[in-house]
Structures are given as C-alpha cells and as structure tokens.
C-alpha cells in the first residue's frame, strides 16, 4: 500500500513556487504520491505536471475534476499532456461536484449527474487510450474530426472517480480503474464502498479496482482543540447529501469525527485500519491543520509507513 499526500499552497504568494517546494518536502520524507484538489482557482492537471517535472520521484494525481462545466475532449487534451509531462505518473480523479458549486458556478442545472459521470467516462476512455473518440450519448457528444493524441502518453491515464454512494460506486466499477472517497471511514469502507466497487468490477469483466482513500488527518498532542478545528473547517461538507450519508456509514455525526487526528501510534493504528478495510493507497490531505512542526511530524510519520 502507497501512501501520499494532498498539497495545498493555495494561501502562498505563488502556488506553483510553493507547491513545488512542498512536493520537495514529501518526497525527501518518503511519501510516494502528491495529489492536487481542483475548485475554480489553479489548473490542478497543469499544476501536477510541473511539480512532478521538478520533483522526479512522485507519481502526481488531480483529485478531483467535477464533470460538470467541462468536457471530456478538454479534460482528456489536460490530462494526456500531464501524462506525456510526467512520463507515465499522473492520475486523473473526476468528481460528481456539487449542486451549490455547479449552478453557483458554472450556471448549470445540476441534474442527472452519475448519468453524465457515466457518459463523460466511456469518452474519456475512448480519448486517452486512442486519441480519438465517436460517442454520441444523451447528454455529451465527443468526437475527433482530427486527432486528439498527445504523443509520450500512449500508455493512456489512469481514471479514478470520488464515487462513495451506490449509483456512483456501480458506474466507477464498470467503467474507471478506481475511486477516490474522501470522509468514508474503515467501517465505510469495508461494510459499503469495496464490496459494491468490487462487485461492479468483477461483474463488467474489469480488473480489480484501486481504492485511493482520501484521509483529513494529523499527528498532533493538542488533540482536542485540532478537532474543534477541523469541525470548523469540515462543516461544509456536512450541507452535502453523498458526504451526510458516508460520514454516518463511518459512525460519525460530524465530519470531523471521521477525521484522524492524535499521535504516532493512534495515527499509524488508523492508516492500517484503511488498509485491511481495503484500500490500496492512503493520501493525507489537512495536515496543515495544527501548523507547519506538526505537518512535518505528520509526513515524517506517513514516510515511514510508506517505506
């Protein structure tokens, strides 16, 4: 089981400069991979690129592009150049998103979104395996009057989604490599989200999906005033249905309950539990919570269980 990070330099005077130096950081502690979440500010696929081609050792992953107010010929053009960049090491998550971003955001009616998941990965996959593409679906057209290839990214791109509810699970199965829950506890994991991925899988004749559990998490002493934190910092993803429900799956109330934040052993104790729960990767993401000694304490820790 690998184990890496999410980056977030998004308070930095550059976010490029910053993550890049971050990315140093990880990779001299051990950790294997460093993953990139996309809102509405820095391209997280370009952003990937440029910080595995200054920082040779990570494989680099976006974590998560919503479908809405994208288009697969776009996203595959974004991450096949990462791909090509990276020589091999970028990991593309999509996302479902969220009614509140979509139409505050883009404008768009968020509706039918695991149906247009479904669409926008049977041409995604068309794109980054051949280059080309002729899907005409209900909802999304992509076709390739020319090539849409990007050479140096034939071995094509990994696609992971952060599906945690069924529809999502069902359609991640059948169709992408892997998924990418975030806020699903080892109780979730196990009792809900691997069977109903596995089975999907099996049942569509694919490979054994990747589980990539995304884990809000620190090393810290000060327990208890770092979990009031991040009962603060979390509360939003409580507004959102598909979260609600995993943070309950998990035997939380609040969002921060399924946080995993507390000393070396109770950390190290947690991030095994995600293993026999059946994750195949760990990334911690929030370890700037409690401040830059114990950030560092924390990715100390994550690169010897990396190791």
């Given at each position: 089981m690998t184990v890496g990070v999410a980056l977030n330099a998004s308070g930095a005077e550059n976010q490029v400069d910053a993550s890049v130096r971050l990315a140093e950081e990880a990779a001299a502690a051990g950790l294997r991979s460093a993953w990139f979440g996309q809102t509405f500010g820095a391209d997280s696929p370009q952003l990937a690129a440029v910080v595995r081609r200054e920082v040779p050792g990570l494989h680099v992953g976006t974590s998560a592009i919503p479908v809405f107010g994208r288009h697969p010929l776009v996203v595959s053009s974004?991450?096949?150049?990462?791909?090509?960049?990276?020589?091999?090491?970028?990991?593309?998550?999509?996302?479902?998103?969220?009614?509140?971003?979509?139409?505050?955001?883009?404008?768009?009616?968020?509706?039918?979104?695991?149906?247009?998941?479904?669409?926008?990965?049977?041409?995604?996959?068309?794109?980054?395996?051949?280059?080309?593409a002729d899907f005409h679906g209900e909802l999304l057209t992509a076709a390739t009057p020319i090539s849409a290839r990007v050479p140096g990214a034939e071995s094509g791109v990994p696609l992971l989604v952060a599906a945690m509810g069924p529809q999502a699970l069902r359609a991640s199965g059948e169709l992408a490599d892997g998924i990418l829950p975030y806020l699903a506890g080892p109780r979730a994991l196990e009792d809900h989200i691997v069977p109903a991925l596995t089975a999907a899988a099996q049942a569509a004749g694919r490979p054994a999906p990747r589980i990539v559990a995304l884990v809000h998490g620190v090393v810290t002493d000060d327990v208890d005033s770092v979990r009031e934190k991040a009962t603060e910092?979390?509360?939003?993803?409580?507004?959102?249905?598909?979260?609600?429900?995993?943070?309950?799956?998990?035997?939380?109330?609040?969002?921060?309950?399924?946080?995993?934040?507390?000393?070396?052993?109770?950390?190290?104790?947690?991030?095994?539990?995600?293993?026999?729960?059946?994750?195949?990767e760990v990334v911690f993401s929030?370890?700037?919570?409690?401040?830059?000694?114990?950030?560092k304490r924390t990715w100390a820790l994550l690169g010897e269980l990396a190791g």
């Open positions: 974004q991450a096949q150049t990462a791909q090509a960049a990276t020589h091999g090491r970028y990991h593309l998550g999509l996302a479902l998103g969220t009614k509140l971003l979509t139409e505050g955001g883009f404008g768009l009616p968020f509706e039918r979104p695991v149906a247009r998941l479904r669409e926008f990965l049977i041409a995604l996959r068309q794109l980054t395996r051949t280059g080309t910092q979390l509360a939003f993803y409580e507004q959102i249905p598909s979260y609600a429900r995993v943070i309950e799956l998990s035997g939380g109330r609040r969002a921060s309950d399924v946080a995993v934040i507390g000393d070396e052993k109770a950390v190290a104790d947690e991030v095994r539990r995600y293993r026999d729960a059946g994750a195949t929030g370890s700037e919570i409690a401040g830059e000694a114990n950030r």
